[in-house]
């Protein structure tokens, strides 16, 4: 494998850094993996999504932005919101520029669909697969974004993570093309509090969803 780390100059001309994971055999396709605001790829989820994608013969490329740093601390919600699209635009601008790639995959968790809804227009993107992980749906723009997106779709979210809203996730699973998953007791992190061998089986669970998404 291949492993390149770099940075995109981003938001205020501040550091944007990223990952790319190549096969050493010619790729079927990418994923592009978008974090949480303190969720970071390394975190458990997107640890194992990195394996599974890289086993199916995907590249991987993770965008590490790093808003929890000091050098964003005064920006208002509006400036991180803004601050996040454009430096996932510019990361996928560089990475993709070539066209190499005619599978994509978008990987968001949490404080990242808000970057992926505002990716989903992209020329390329049309056909990609969207995997939306504990998505901001009190947020009227990704909300509406998941509702009227034509990408084939999966989410994933807990009944007890704070961003569960039951009725927008109603609508939701109404939506042809998406396919929704509510799991009982799992918070923001999709974990049970504190109880890491149900927390470990949980993680089991996702990934075989999302195994199966992927290949399908």
């Excluded at 890491?196 to 996702?206: F, G, N, P, Q």
Aim: hydrophobic share 40%; glycine share 6%; proline share 2%.
């Amino acid at each position: 494998m291949n492993i390149t780390s770099d940075f995109v100059k981003g938001y205020r001309d501040m550091d944007v850094p990223y990952t790319l994971l190549q096969n050493e055999e010619k790729a079927v396709g990418i994923a592009v993996l978008l974090p949480g605001l303190g969720y970071t790829t390394q975190a458990p989820l997107l640890h194992y999504t990195t394996g599974i994608y890289l086993n199916g013969h995907f590249d991987v490329l993770q965008i590490n932005y790093q808003y929890t740093r000091q050098e964003y601390e005064d920006l208002t919600v509006e400036e991180m919101d803004e601050a996040l699209k454009n430096d996932v635009r510019l990361v996928l601008h560089r990475i993709l520029e070539d066209g190499r790639y005619s599978h994509i995959h978008l990987v968001a968790k949490s404080f990242g669909t808000i970057a992926l809804c505002n990716e989903l227009e992209r020329d390329g993107f049309q056909g990609a697969k969207v995997i939306w992980l504990t998505p901001l749906v009190k947020e009227d723009e990704v909300f509406q974004s998941m509702l009227n997106s034509k990408q084939e779709g999966l989410c994933i979210i807990g009944d007890r993570d704070r961003h569960f809203d039951r009725d927008r996730f109603k609508d939701l699973e109404r939506k042809p093309g998406l396919e929704v998953h509510v799991l009982k007791g799992l918070n923001h992190s999709l974990e049970h509090d504190f109880h890491v061998l149900d927390s470990i089986s949980a993680h089991k669970e996702i990934m075989t969803i999302m195994k199966a998404f992927i290949e399908a």
